[in-house]
């Protein structure tokens, strides 16, 4: 699985922002997935994830309540639509799939990874 990730940007505290993770490959769409983040200094963090069919989702308890993790099966894209976002939010996002149906917080458990897409919220 190939996975190209994109939407991140500069946003304001308490703005918006959404990412994409379009994957493309065999049995794509049949994974759980999910996405990690690292800020400068600090250890890649599990974000949100979701299983092979998104009947079942998780969340760090820092975003829960503010992002959502969602796919769309048409498109083969991943999303993760950030609210009320926060300076502590910065970070490189990374979109990541495993070859399995069930979520995992765990950074170890995925297999494809993409790129990385920068978000950085001002104060």
């Known amino acids: 699985v190939q996975l190209q990730a994109s939407g991140g940007g500069l946003a304001q505290a308490g703005g918006s922002l ?3 993770c379009a994957a493309s490959g065999r049995s794509a769409s049949n994974r759980a997935m999910g996405w990690f ?3 400068p200094g600090k ?7 979701i299983n092979w069919n ?3 989702t998780a969340y760090a308890h820092s975003v ?8 769309d099966r048409a498109k083969n894209t991943l999303y993760l639509q950030m609210s009320n976002l926060k300076p502590e939010d910065t970070a490189v996002y990374y979109c990541a799939s ?3 149906h069930f979520i995992s917080n765990s950074q170890g458990d995925y297999t494809s990874w993409g790129q990385g897409t920068q978000v950085t919220v001002s104060s």
């Open 98 to 100: 495993r070859q399995f």
């Open 18 to 20: 959404r990412l994409s």
């Open 37 to 39: 983040r690292q800020a």
């Open 54 to 56: 998104d009947d079942d």
């Open 64 to 71: 829960k309540g503010r992002f959502t993790i969602a796919r």
């Open 43 to 49: 250890e890649r963090e599990f974000v949100a994830a």
